[in-house]
């Protein structure tokens, strides 16, 4: 619905909202002047003569929300990332673990630019990053190779991408896989960000409770109020030391919300102990969407249930990930002649039902909503359900037919799959989820490169060329992934279907 | 009482009331417990516990006009037709063919 993106005039004056500004202490009534994208000013009664005036009366307006726990690429990914980004209040996002460093270039071929909301990448220490397939996800196996030239290169070429390196603490090994990604991550020069939670089903797991004692002051801990093995509380429901020592030395914990990690009675529990979270994020994914997150907006009105103010709150989304994310320049501020990147929001009032993980349930009496993102020099009038619908969530193969958009393949991109139809039909391959052939996904990525290089097409058109031949939807996937997720006998089928019906047509 | 086909065979559906018509429903086949749900073409028998983590698909919700079912938990789906995971590769969810038999009906189990 493009029609509630709005272009504001160059001058604007933002009237009358309370703006609360935790970053720099400002909570009050004023006026909000904005020219060229930029902030000019916080005061009273500003109102240049030429000014369009947005009234803004009874909202509150804050710096530009960022989430820094989203899942935009890959095997989580949504086909309309901005559905969770602008059209939702936020403005900046961090997509976490998506790509590695092996898939960072199909990341950027097919993300970057291409969203309204400022996209960032927190690359997984797996070169293929996320797989998608929980129950392989937490094997150590898994991050076959640790290619660090290829990550240095990467931060050297395109600087300002990459705002965290993500790593899961993986079931036992001590904190062997932590400490390695811990030291990657001060050999590329940004925080870890370590995750907890549904991979420590198994019981007690120690390797989680080494991510705590590994980060350093600025690393991230994701999905702290987590009810899997390995909780921040033991039985009793005490803090753990090793996560009171964590908080001490000045190791954020960022709530992640995502599909199995929050649950209100560890939450509570910590929240009784003093431990608030400092940076509070949705883990919104394909998965999560239709519930339990929602959005972002759901997550910190949970938080405000919990006891955070209102202020903490916003905090949480704004000053505190900007820092931590190294984004002080950009976001996370209203001070004068930073980008005018803004969220208007209200506190409603009525009865409402959040749900964790779980499936625990507390009521509350106030929710937060957002209403308008300011980003870019353009307005977004949010539509907080947009995200859920089916097209945009539902990864789904087209298996009985050929998708529309492959009829609009071009020459060149129909020469590339003639090729690719060809050197993949002397490859074997199948899908074995209890025993995931990750190399067989390299060895897949190495054909197309190879093919590619080959009939000298960019790596966009070449991804978007096999997409079109089994997705409706623009969702994305690591190329080597999506491969190895199909049969083969229909992908060589499919390939040939595409062919022969651009044969027909010519 | 039964009739083999294959490794499976058609066995009674207990544990349904006569006119049951809200499903997904819980019903007893031999000795196992299915889930029976209902496509909107016919009727269709499922595994009792989502492959993935074991929640109840009795809860499921159904999507694609009864072609998918939806675990209430993680939002993994699952095609009726064959069981095959869509959003969740590699997963696969029991399905079991259902028809008429007298009064009441059969599952291929």
């Given at each position: 619905m493009s029609d509630q993106k709005i272009r504001p005039a160059t001058v604007q004056v933002l009237r009358g909202a309370r703006v609360m500004d935790p970053g720099q202490g400002i909570d009050r009534v004023a006026d909000v002047l904005v020219q060229d994208g930029k902030i000019l000013d916080v005061g009273d009664n500003l109102a240049p003569p030429d000014a369009q005036v947005v009234d803004l009366r009874g909202d509150i307006l804050t710096p530009g929300w960022i989430d820094n726990h989203v899942h935009t690429y890959g095997t989580l990914g949504f086909a309309d990332p901005d559905s969770i980004g602008v059209w939702q209040g936020v403005t900046s996002f961090v997509d976490a673990g998506g790509p590695g460093i092996a898939t960072m270039d199909e990341f950027m071929a097919l993300m970057s630019g291409r969203t309204a909301t400022h996209l960032y990448a927190g690359p997984y220490i797996r070169p293929i990053g996320i797989i998608g397939a929980q129950f392989t996800?937490?094997?150590?196996?898994?991050?076959?190779?640790?290619?660090i030239p290829a990550w240095l290169d990467f931060m050297d070429r395109h600087p300002g991408v990459i705002r965290y390196l993500k790593i899961a603490a993986l079931s036992?090994?001590?904190?062997g896989p932590i400490k390695m990604g811990k030291g990657l991550a001060e050999v590329i020069g940004v925080p870890l960000y370590g995750h907890i939670g549904e991979f420590q089903m198994q019981p007690e797991n120690p390797s989680a409770y080494e991510l705590f004692r590994v980060c350093q002051e600025g690393d991230m801990i994701a999905h702290p109020y987590h009810n899997s093995g390995a909780r921040i509380i033991d039985r009793s429901k005490r803090l753990r030391p090793e996560v009171a020592d964590a908080k001490q030395r000045g190791v954020l914990f960022d709530?992640?919300?995502?599909?199995?990690n929050f649950s209100w009675e560890v939450a509570e529990a910590a929240f009784g102990q003093g431990l608030p979270p400092d940076i509070i994020s949705s883990d919104l994914q394909q998965f999560n969407a239709i519930g339990p997150a929602y959005s972002l907006s759901h997550v910190m009105s949970m938080l405000l249930r919990l006891g955070m103010s209102l202020p903490d709150v916003i905090k949480a989304v704004t000053a505190t990930p900007a820092r931590a994310l190294g984004l002080q320049d950009r976001a996370g501020s209203l001070r004068r002649g930073a980008p005018a990147e803004m969220t208007v929001c209200r506190v409603v009032e009525g009865d409402f039902e959040f749900v964790d993980t779980e499936g625990g349930m507390r009521s509350a009496d106030r929710k937060i909503v957002p209403v308008m993102t300011f980003t870019g020099g353009a307005r977004y009038d949010t539509d907080l359900t947009r995200c859920q619908n089916e097209d945009n969530w539902l990864l789904q193969i087209a298996d009985d037919h050929v998708p529309d958009?492959?009829?609009?393949?071009?020459p060149a991109q129909l020469d590339f799959i003639e090729r690719m139809r060809n050197a993949l039909s002397g490859v074997a391959w199948a899908y074995n989820l209890d025993q995931l052939d990750l190399e067989k996904a390299h060895e897949l990525r190495a054909v197309f490169d190879a093919v590619r290089a080959e009939a000298g097409l960019p790596l966009r058109e070449a991804l978007l060329a096999l997409f079109c031949c089994f997705l409706d939807r623009p969702f994305t996937m690591q190329i080597g992934l999506f491969l190895l997720h199909l049969e083969r006998d229909f992908l060589l089928g499919r390939l040939d279907d595409v062919l022969a019906s651009a044969r027909t047509s010519a | 009482m039964t009739t083999m086909t294959d490794s499976k065979a058609w066995t009674k559906v207990e544990g349904l009331d006569p006119g049951q018509d809200m499903f997904p429903a819980v019903a007893k086949a031999g000795d196992k417990r299915v889930v029976i749900v209902d496509t909107g073409k016919a009727l269709r028998g499922v595994e009792l516990a989502c492959p993935h983590l074991k929640a109840p698909m009795s809860k499921g919700i159904m999507m694609g006009a009864g072609s998918m079912i939806r675990c209430p938990k993680h939002n993994f789906i699952f095609r009726?037709?064959?069981?095959?995971?869509?959003?969740?590769?590699?997963l696969t969810l029991k399905v079991y063919e259902i028809r008429q038999a007298g009064d009441g009906m059969e599952i291929l189990i």
């Amino acid at each position: 619905m493009s029609d509630q993106k709005i272009r504001p005039a160059t001058v604007q004056v933002l009237r009358g909202a309370r703006v609360m500004d935790p970053g720099q202490g400002i909570d009050r009534v004023a006026d909000v002047l904005v020219q060229d994208g930029k902030i000019l000013d916080v005061g009273d009664n500003l109102a240049p003569p030429d000014a369009q005036v947005v009234d803004l009366r009874g909202d509150i307006l804050t710096p530009g929300w960022i989430d820094n726990h989203v899942h935009t690429y890959g095997t989580l990914g949504f086909a309309d990332p901005d559905s969770i980004g602008v059209w939702q209040g936020v403005t900046s996002f961090v997509d976490a673990g998506g790509p590695g460093i092996a898939t960072m270039d199909e990341f950027m071929a097919l993300m970057s630019g291409r969203t309204a909301t400022h996209l960032y990448a927190g690359p997984y220490i797996r070169p293929i990053g996320i797989i998608g397939a929980q129950f392989t996800e937490g094997d150590i196996r898994s991050l076959n190779g640790f290619p660090i030239p290829a990550w240095l290169d990467f931060m050297d070429r395109h600087p300002g991408v990459i705002r965290y390196l993500k790593i899961a603490a993986l079931s036992g090994y001590g904190s062997g896989p932590i400490k390695m990604g811990k030291g990657l991550a001060e050999v590329i020069g940004v925080p870890l960000y370590g995750h907890i939670g549904e991979f420590q089903m198994q019981p007690e797991n120690p390797s989680a409770y080494e991510l705590f004692r590994v980060c350093q002051e600025g690393d991230m801990i994701a999905h702290p109020y987590h009810n899997s093995g390995a909780r921040i509380i033991d039985r009793s429901k005490r803090l753990r030391p090793e996560v009171a020592d964590a908080k001490q030395r000045g190791v954020l914990f960022d709530i992640a919300f995502g599909s199995y990690n929050f649950s209100w009675e560890v939450a509570e529990a910590a929240f009784g102990q003093g431990l608030p979270p400092d940076i509070i994020s949705s883990d919104l994914q394909q998965f999560n969407a239709i519930g339990p997150a929602y959005s972002l907006s759901h997550v910190m009105s949970m938080l405000l249930r919990l006891g955070m103010s209102l202020p903490d709150v916003i905090k949480a989304v704004t000053a505190t990930p900007a820092r931590a994310l190294g984004l002080q320049d950009r976001a996370g501020s209203l001070r004068r002649g930073a980008p005018a990147e803004m969220t208007v929001c209200r506190v409603v009032e009525g009865d409402f039902e959040f749900v964790d993980t779980e499936g625990g349930m507390r009521s509350a009496d106030r929710k937060i909503v957002p209403v308008m993102t300011f980003t870019g020099g353009a307005r977004y009038d949010t539509d907080l359900t947009r995200c859920q619908n089916e097209d945009n969530w539902l990864l789904q193969i087209a298996d009985d037919h050929v998708p529309d958009a492959a009829a609009g393949l071009s020459p060149a991109q129909l020469d590339f799959i003639e090729r690719m139809r060809n050197a993949l039909s002397g490859v074997a391959w199948a899908y074995n989820l209890d025993q995931l052939d990750l190399e067989k996904a390299h060895e897949l990525r190495a054909v197309f490169d190879a093919v590619r290089a080959e009939a000298g097409l960019p790596l966009r058109e070449a991804l978007l060329a096999l997409f079109c031949c089994f997705l409706d939807r623009p969702f994305t996937m690591q190329i080597g992934l999506f491969l190895l997720h199909l049969e083969r006998d229909f992908l060589l089928g499919r390939l040939d279907d595409v062919l022969a019906s651009a044969r027909t047509s010519a | 009482m039964t009739t083999m086909t294959d490794s499976k065979a058609w066995t009674k559906v207990e544990g349904l009331d006569p006119g049951q018509d809200m499903f997904p429903a819980v019903a007893k086949a031999g000795d196992k417990r299915v889930v029976i749900v209902d496509t909107g073409k016919a009727l269709r028998g499922v595994e009792l516990a989502c492959p993935h983590l074991k929640a109840p698909m009795s809860k499921g919700i159904m999507m694609g006009a009864g072609s998918m079912i939806r675990c209430p938990k993680h939002n993994f789906i699952f095609r009726l037709s064959d069981g095959k995971g869509v959003n969740c590769v590699g997963l696969t969810l029991k399905v079991y063919e259902i028809r008429q038999a007298g009064d009441g009906m059969e599952i291929l189990i």
